[in-house]
T-cell receptor
Framework: KAGVTQTPRYLIKTRGQQVTLSCSPI?????VSWYQQTPGQGLQFLFE???????NKGNFPGRFSGRQFSNSRSEMNVSTLELGDSALYLC?????????????FGPGTRLTVL | AQKVTQAQTEISVVEKEDVTLDCVYE???????LFWYKQPPSGELVFLIRRNSFDEQNEISGRYSWNFQKSTSSFNFTITASQVVDSAVYFC???????????????FGKGTKLSVKP
């Protein structure tokens, strides 16, 4: 079974631009979560989607948004990029059974904001 | 509030040494789940183990073993006879909730960087 895939793997943007990251979950997984990893703050939860609905949200500004499609693929969007948004963005998928399942992570998208 | 503490920022050992990575968690829930992930230099988080709060049995998987003690809120990870390929950052994580709870809110520790030298 193929793992979680994320595209693109690397991205360079400038301040003020917006960016869209994509995540394809493991086949059969219906929950997709997004995390931001930075050297200073570590791994922080952004949001989770299940059946095209946002089910949980972390403490990030409204510039960070996401969506999920009917095939469970998910996209994350960051508008008006700031230097501090430079990070590794990780997507994770899980079955979504109702109890905290194991989340399987993709390779991440490394975003650099100049 | 939930919190995961990995007090060891970096550990360096020589190949074949045993090494234990510490993890202490805080939660007010009686139902919770604990995880360990490995992050090699490539960046992808690799799942190692999931343990729920009702299962205090220790687990062994090859050279890896985990010691879960609710009395001290700890979930420590031991690598026996370490190898160079074990070099990575290891994260302990906590997820709260029982049936119907969200999947997504993993609370991570800051990670322990393990370097295994030949």
């Amino acid at each position: 079974k193929a793992g979680v895939t994320q595209t693109p793997r690397y991205l360079i943007k400038t301040r003020g631009q917006q960016v869209t990251l994509s995540c394809s979950p493991i086949s059969g997984h219906r929950s997709v979560s997004w995390y931001q990893q930075t050297p200073g703050q570590g791994l922080q939860f952004l949001f989770e989607y299940f059946s095209e609905t946002q089910r949980n949200k972390g403490n990030f500004p409204g510039r960070f948004s996401g969506r999920q499609f009917s095939n469970s693929r998910s996209e994350m969007n960051v508008s008006t990029l700031e230097l501090g948004d430079s990070a590794l963005y990780l997507c994770a998928s899980s079955i979504g059974s109702g109890t905290p399942d194991t989340q399987y992570f993709g390779p991440g998208t490394r975003l650099t904001v100049l | 509030a939930q919190k995961v503490t990995q007090a060891q920022t970096e550990i360096s050992v020589v190949e074949k040494e045993d090494v234990t990575l510490d993890c202490v968690y805080e939660t007010r829930d009686t139902t919770y789940y604990l995880f360990w992930y490995k992050q090699p230099p490539s960046g992808e988080l690799v799942f190692l183990i999931r343990r729920n709060s009702f299962d205090e049995q220790n687990e062994i998987s090859g050279r890896y073993s985990w010691n879960f003690q609710k009395s001290t809120s700890s979930f420590n990870f031991t690598i026996t006879a370490s190898q160079v390929v074990d070099s990575a950052v290891y994260f302990c994580a906590l997820s709260e909730g029982g049936y119907g709870g969200s999947q997504g809110n993993l609370i991570f520790g800051k990670g322990t960087k393990l370097s295994v030298k030949p």
